[in-house]
């Protein structure tokens, strides 16, 4: 189990993880906690949950990683001097990491390069679930349907400030919102009503990333999320609806105030209810999605208009998350949804295992 990591939503992942490792059947799993502290140091001590919430110094403990050698299969303590092997046998890696650096397709590279099987999507289906930008493009370009955005680098916007401005009023007006591209828990996100907030939004949104979209603001509309489970033959779980509490789901919405409501299964007519699972399960496999994703709708008119607003390949598994009690509301208990992910993850493994990696050239045309 992965958990913490160098992103904004660090704390969220340990929330996450408490309870996955809580609600995981310890009569079938042995769980070797490997905690990322913001600083990306790696921690596999027992108590490594206990000792991020706490935020306590860690420095006084081995380190232990995985390496991107296929031979080791597992952590590696970094006293290289030890001739030993790895240190910790791992079977399956199970990441719960939210943001840049854990669910961008960085740490599963790794757990690529090093052979080992891990749940959740792989390297490409985790990089475009984290790229608001790229994602919406494929998106488009699958005809889903997605709010009108414009998108640019920072640094860009400095030097062409005027026409950016003119061209977002133009296609966008207002109310608009602004995104840092790669980010999530509504870190970085503003909306926009005038071009003041506009300008104060692209700054805030350029502290946490270099390319930043902007979208237009769609209005009056249900949040409404939805859950998928699978590798190439996925399933969707009932819609739910987030009620949020302030005037859009931010930070303090989702995980400070309290007062965000929940509403599962959503109230929607039937057809639209059939859309947004069929919507789901085409943007998930759009984006080369595997194991899990939470697909989040933005729905006007009671169904009327139906848009993506994004997808998360790594979802909130905090107890108040939709993720686990989507499936929870369409018959996949929290641990029986824990046994799928691990199954899907070994499925996948033995999937990549049958295709080739070598290629015989019969010459040695490269010795010349
Ligand atoms: N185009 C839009 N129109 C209306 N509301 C929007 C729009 N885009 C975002 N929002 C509001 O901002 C919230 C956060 O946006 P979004 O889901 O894109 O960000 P995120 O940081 O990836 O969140 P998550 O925690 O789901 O990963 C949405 O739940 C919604 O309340
Ligand atoms: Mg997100």
Redo the contacts with the bound molecule.
């Keep these: 189990m992965v958990f913490g990591g160098r992103s904004a939503e660090h704390e969220v992942s340990l929330v996450s993880a408490a309870s996955v490792i809580h609600a995981l059947d310890k009569e079938k799993y042995e769980i070797v906690p490997i905690g990322i502290t913001p600083e990306g140091r790696w921690l596999t001590a027992s108590d490594a949950l206990k000792l991020l919430r706490e935020k306590a110094k860690v420095d006084q403990y081995p380190e232990h990683l995985i390496v991107p050698n296929p031979q080791r299969k597992g952590l590696v303590s970094l006293n290289w001097t030890l001739t030993s092997p790895a240190v910790y046998h791992v079977d399956v890696l199970f990441p719960v990491l939210?943001g840049p650096y854990g669910e961008d397709g960085t740490i599963q590279g790794l757990f690529e390069l090093a052979d080992l099987p891990y749940v959740g999507a792989a390297v490409l289906g985790s990089a475009v679930g984290m790229d608001?930008v790229i994602q919406k493009q494929l998106l488009q370009h699958a005809k889903i349907p997605t709010?009108p955005?414009v998108w640019f680098f920072h640094k860009e916007f400095s030097e062409n400030q005027k026409e950016l401005l003119t061209a977002i009023e133009r296609k966008l007006r207002y109310p608009?919102?602004v995104?840092p591209a790669n980010?999530?828990?509504?870190?970085?996100?503003s909306?926009a009503h005038n071009r003041k907030e506009l300008l104060a939004a692209i700054s805030l949104a350029g502290e946490y990333d270099r390319k930043i979209l902007v979208?237009?603001?769609?209005?009056k509309?249900r949040?409404i999320e939805c859950s998928v489970l699978g590798n190439q033959e996925p399933i969707a779980s009932v819609p739910g609806e987030?009620i949020?509490s302030g005037e859009?789901?931010?930070y303090d919405a989702?995980y400070v105030d309290g007062k965000s409501k929940a509403a599962i299964p959503a109230k929607l007519p039937k057809n639209v209810v059939r859309k947004i699972r069929d919507l789901s399960i085409k943007a998930f496999k759009v984006l080369d999605c595997e194991g899990m994703a939470?697909v989040?709708f933005?729905v006007r008119g009671n169904g009327t208009r139906v848009?993506v607003?994004?997808i998360?390949t790594i979802?909130?598994f905090t107890p108040i998350s939709m993720y686990p009690k989507l499936w929870e509301a369409s018959g996949i208990r929290y641990s029986e949804l824990l046994d799928r992910l691990i199954r899907l993850a070994l499925d996948r493994y033995r999937e990549r295992k049958k295709l080739k990696t070598v290629y015989d050239p019969k010459s040695t045309w490269y010795r010349e």
């Design positions: 939210h608001k709010a955005g608009c919102f995104k980010l999530g828990s509504s870190v970085g996100i909306k979208e237009k603001g769609i209005q509309a949040e987030i949020p859009f789901y931010d989702k939470r989040d933005l848009y607003n994004e998360n979802p909130g």
